[in-house]
């Protein structure tokens, strides 16, 4: 799959991102969306029983782990930065 130039920045971006050694260096980027991701919650939780779920940008699962909290049959993720699928993956 070939990705447009906007598409290859946020990639690189989220590489470098989750490239970082450890610490919480994901609050620069994800710190303006923490809430709108609680009230999400929020809401799945009587959504996510027995369904699938999709976890659209998943970066390293946190939110996917989180959700698996309310049963759901089964959850994928995906995301443009194979470091943070790894990561992902590894978490699971």
Sequence with gaps: MSLSEINIREKE???????????RFENIFYKAISN??????AYLKDKAKNSEILD???????FAEKV???SPRKISGIDI???SI???????
């Design 13 to 23: 971006f989220h590489n470098t991102l989750q490239s970082k050694p450890k610490g």
């Design 36 to 41: 709108c991701g609680e009230d999400f919650l």
């Design 56 to 62: 659209y940008g998943c970066g390293v699962g946190s």
């Design 68 to 70: 698996t909290k309310y």
């Design 81 to 83: 930065s194979e470091i």
């Design 86 to 92: 790894d990561k992902a993956k590894k978490k699971s």
